[in-house]
């Protein structure tokens, strides 16, 4: 299943790191470890940002995945279960319409 993670970077310790020419490291270990299927940098509320899409088999590899960014730069994570257009077609929609639609 696909799993997105919406990461808030403070600006410390990251600034930190920047200065120490030791950030390019850092992330480079994250994204090696966790192996994203695609992550896209941006801002958040005005910090730094990322948002990561994951392929998990199971909630148990979420604090793999989510932990470094919590330990090495204090971030904020929210997480979400995400589904392709395939995924939602095999969803069922209009049986649950049919099963559904004259509960009131």
Not at 10 to 17: A, Q, S
Not at 35 to 43: D, H, M, R
Not at 51 to 58: A, E, L, P, R, W
Request: include cysteine.
């Amino acid at each position: 299943m696909r799993y997105l993670v919406r990461v808030a970077i403070p600006h410390e310790p990251f600034n930190t790191y920047v200065r120490e020419g030791t950030i390019g490291r850092l992330m480079g270990r994250i994204l090696e470890e966790t192996k994203p299927e695609a992550i896209y940098f941006t801002e958040e509320n005005g910090q730094r940002g990322a948002v990561i899409v994951h392929n998990i088999d199971k909630v148990s590899q979420v604090p793999s995945l989510v932990e470094p960014w919590f330990l090495t730069f204090n971030a904020d994570c929210r997480m979400q279960i995400a589904m392709t257009p395939d995924d939602l077609k095999q969803a069922g929609l209009e049986d649950l319409g049919k099963r559904w639609r004259s509960v009131k």
